[in-house]
């Protein structure tokens, strides 16, 4: 019953958060960027302040998933560092913590690109 109940969990808090991304879209004038660079921030945010482990040990899946849990990496990457290098540490922490869902986005974006046909929205 324990696994199901952290399922249940997971889906509830990733569904919040994909609510709360489409409401937004929805209902303002916002850009789907700049809902993304928010939730990104927020990520960031919550990682800043020491909340984010506690939301992500509750969640699981739901909250490191989604963009929010990529700002989280970010900051984490930085924030250890900084520790680490010093200042240097951050421009150089966020990038070698989140390399690889970076490069995995490259790679999975070129090969749709040859697959697909783009076209803008009328």
């Known amino acids: 019953m324990s696994i199901f109940l952290d399922y249940l969990w997971v889906f509830l808090v990733g569904g919040l958060v994909c609510m709360i ?9 916002i850009t789907s960027a700049r809902i993304l660079v928010t939730f990104v921030l927020i990520g960031v945010f919550l990682e800043a302040i020491g909340v984010f ?22 900051a984490k990457g930085a924030i250890s560092a900084v520790k680490t290098q010093g200042i240097l540490g951050i421009f150089t922490g966020g990038l070698v913590a989140t390399a690889g869902g970076i490069a995995a986005a490259v790679v999975f974006a070129f090969v749709f690109a040859l697959i697909f046909r783009s076209h803008t929205k009328k």
């Open 21 to 29: 991304g489409e409401i937004l879209i929805i209902t303002t004038n």
């Open 53 to 74: 482990d506690y939301i992500s040990a509750f969640a699981g899946a739901g909250i490191n998933v989604p963009i929010v849990g990529f700002g989280a990496s970010l």
